[in-house]
């Protein structure tokens, strides 16, 4: 059923769902569930599978499905009903805690995240197990979704668990984007970076993948573990020069990156080819289509689609929606739309995630730039979970530094310590969905009553 949303004009006259601060709130919240009903991983997968199916194992042969990711359950379901029956399977789920629940007939592992842990390190030698002992007869079909890199975790030779994760919190508060991070994480792997379709060699491997990175780059989704590398050995070494992450990375892991032998690298995008020959990968869902139904749902009045496929720093992003909300003009009912995701650099302690803290920015730089009239703004990440929180982002109004500076909250001396979290929760703004089982992104609204 087409999503559509009752608005005040369809309302008895005299009342209208624009005018306070809390139908706008509640406007900005539907219109975000509305994106994430897109991505539903279950309806996504089952369209494309009905679409471009994966081949049959030969006679004799049997099927390896390997889920992982936020949305790895949802998507196995639809995956083990979509089989012919009394056909031979071999099943397993990786995930997050938030989104584990047993599937009849598969084994389901919850594992770490955004840190991996020794849960990820368990999943991974199982899934290994299992593609090293498919064979030329059998069919492998990879269910791929955005949290792959952290739940999925096989380092390489000479790299403990340890520092492994030692090397992933280290990127994390460096200020990279995804795909960065994942370019450095596919080198220090067994699973990314193609590894995936090279352990299972040589049964084919159609991948079916739930895009969380701008640009739907998907060596880059769970760092490509059926697509490539997303650079070649002497770029990384370049790059890593540039981030300046020499003396900041674990010794063994910059040993590694330093002496790491090249691999055919590959970037692909919205196709179904890839550098691994024997794998066929398809882009089922991605951030754009769930910012496309919002446009599409209908609220009563203009949804601009200010931009796709950002990747910015949470600072400049924040500048860059104010600029956009400050020209709209006071009085008319109108929205923005954005899709991507930021980066934080972390300078401090405090408890919070990117979401919270473009929320927090943008409140702040409202105030600076006196952006007047009834509005709100709405960050979140469209998994429900931002950061280390169980919370998926913020809503915040014109009235939220208020209530933050009313309950002796100082704000702007909270986002020098990156602690967003206490601040929303002192003003009442934090957006709890819980895990929504799938994940593309974060969105952002922003609404003028």
């Known amino acids: 059923m087409e999503d559509r949303i009752v608005t005040g004009n369809e309302m008895p006259m005299g009342l209208s769902a624009y005018t306070a601060i809390t139908e706008l709130r509640a406007l900005a919240r539907e219109l975000f569930m509305v994106g994430v009903r897109a991505a539903e991983p279950g309806r996504a997968l089952a369209a494309a599978w009905d679409k471009e199916p994966p081949p049959e194992p030969a006679a004799g042969g049997r099927y390896h499905i390997i889920a992982f990711g936020k949305a790895a359950v949802a998507m196995l379901e639809v995956a083990l009903n979509r089989l012919p029956v009394r056909r031979d399977v071999e099943a397993i789920a990786v995930t997050n805690d938030e989104n584990y629940r047993v599937v009849p007939g598969a084994r389901v592992h919850a594992a770490g995240h955004p840190v991996p842990d020794r849960r990820s390190l368990n999943a991974a030698n199982d899934v290994i197990a299992q593609l090293e002992a498919a064979g030329p007869k059998d069919v492998v079909v990879a269910l791929v979704s955005g949290g792959g890199s952290a739940l999925l975790t096989a380092p390489v030779d000479g790299l403990t668990l340890d520092q492994k994760s030692a090397t992933t919190e280290c990127l994390l508060r460096t200020g990279l984007d995804i795909s960065a991070i994942n370019a450095v994480r596919q080198h220090l792997s067994r699973l990314k970076g193609g590894g995936m379709g090279r352990l299972a060699q040589p049964a084919p491997v159609t991948a079916y993948i739930l895009s969380d990175v701008p640009d739907d780059c998907l060596a880059a989704v769970a760092s490509g573990p059926t697509v490539g590398r997303s650079l070649s050995t002497r770029m990384l070494r370049k790059r890593l020069v540039e981030w300046d992450l020499s003396g900041r990375l674990p010794d063994a892991a910059w040993r590694i990156l330093m002496k790491d032998n090249d691999m055919e690298t590959g970037v692909t995008t919205r196709s179904s080819g890839s550098t691994c020959p024997n794998c066929r990968n398809i882009l089922i869902g991605s951030n754009r289509m769930s910012l496309d139904a ?97 919370s998926a982002g913020a809503i915040v109004d014109p009235g939220s530094l208020h209530r933050m500076e009313a309950a002796s909250k100082d704000p702007v001396r909270m986002l020098t310590t990156n602690d967003s979290y206490p601040a929303l929760a002192a003003s009442d703004d934090h957006l709890f969905t819980g895990g929504t089982g799938t994940n593309v992104a974060d969105i952002q609204i922003f609404l003028r009553g």
């Open 294 to 390: 919002i446009q599409a749902s209908r609220p009563g009045f203009p949804i601009g689609l200010a931009e796709t496929g950002y990747s910015l720093d949470v600072n400049a992003a924040a500048e860059r929606m104010l600029a956009d909300a400050a020209r709209l003009a006071t009085g008319e009912r109108q929205a923005l739309i954005y899709g991507g995701e930021t980066h934080v650099t972390v300078r401090g302690t405090g408890l919070g995630g990117r979401n919270q803290e473009l929320a927090l920015r943008f409140a702040l730089g409202a105030r600076t730039r006196r952006i007047g009239g009834d509005w709100v703004f709405l960050s979140g990440g469209t998994d429900g979970r931002d950061g280390p929180t169980d």
